[in-house]
């Protein structure tokens, strides 16, 4: 799966997850030159990079252990294999990925306009709350048609391009119905206030799962905050399980049937991809058209 860069990297096999994760500033990847972190999960650091040209990438590295069967390591090729599949301009662009003696990595297009996330504050006008939404349901629409599930769908996951609504992270995508992906016992894939009810039972995932954290975040855009609030993680899926979805303010009420279907408990009662998401938007919307924002 992971095409040779040669030797014009600085890290050697042998070298420790210690020695890459630290003062890593002008260190050369697979022809790549590390710059300042740019966040990361788990055994994964993204940083800025450059190329030889001075194209600017994001570059997630993860440090492959010992053992062939280690975790983080089939996630990272799943995800490079997965991102690399799904092409629309709603979608970060993935540009490679190759392994390095005891590192791979996998270079994105660098996105430095912020998220969602810092816009969130106070909601969004609805007019653009509604553009926004459908910019992140054509992502996730190309996602769905190749049979991916994102299970991540949140504000920070949702990039901006020029003003223009960018899918990324799928760092803990699978295939649709795919059991082996389940997580076990007690765990969470994803993120707990965004997270689909069936996900915190553990359920094999679906496009609908996706459908539900889209929900949750567009009632942010539109009211600040997202519908279901908790302490603790496990507060906060019980309102997930169980809570009934709360009522948008009056101004704001053409879109609560929306918001209820997207929303739904049980999944067959919500759209079943983000394809019936943006055939929604276009029964309620018809004027933001097909075409891209």
């Not at 629309?88 to 430095?112: C, F, I, K, S």
């Not at 992906?181 to 765990?187: L, P």
């Amino acid at each position: 799966m992971w095409p040779d860069a040669g030797n014009d990297a600085f890290l050697t096999a042998g070298s420790s997850p210690v020695d890459w994760q630290q003062e890593v500033a002008g260190r050369i990847i697979g022809g790549y030159c590390l710059g300042r972190k740019l966040g990361g999960r788990g055994a994964a650091v993204v940083h800025v990079a450059h190329d030889r040209r001075g194209r600017h990438v994001a570059l997630k590295v993860v440090h492959r252990a010992p053992s062939p069967g280690d975790a983080s390591w089939r996630w990272f090729a799943s995800e490079c294999a997965l991102v690399s599949a799904v092409r629309d301009q709603h979608v970060v662009r993935a540009y490679e990925h190759r392994a390095v003696g005891d590192v791979a990595y996998l270079a994105m297009e660098y996105l430095p306009g912020g998220t969602l996330g810092d816009h969130l504050r106070g909601g969004i006008a609805p007019e653009h709350a509604v553009s926004l939404l459908r910019q992140a349901a054509c992502g996730l629409a190309a996602a769905h048609r190749r049979g991916i599930v994102h299970r991540d769908v949140k504000p920070r996951n949702l990039l901006l391009r020029e003003g223009q609504l960018v899918l990324a992270d799928f760092g803990v995508a699978a295939r649709a119905g795919d059991a082996s992906a389940r997580a076990g016992a007690g765990r969470l894939v994803g993120t707990a206030c965004y997270a689909a009810p069936e996900q915190a039972q553990g359920a094999a995932p679906q496009p609908q799962a996706d459908v539900y954290s889209l929900g949750v975040v567009f009632h942010e855009m539109l009211c600040g905050q997202p519908p279901f609030s908790g302490r603790t993680a496990t507060e906060l899926l019980a309102q997930h399980l169980v809570a009934p979805v709360p009522r948008l303010p009056r101004p704001l009420r053409a879109w609560q049937d929306l918001v209820d279907r997207m929303l739904a408990k049980q999944p067959q009662h919500r759209p079943a991809d983000a394809d019936g998401v943006l055939q929604e938007i276009q029964r309620l919307a018809p004027w933001h058209g097909s075409g891209s924002d």
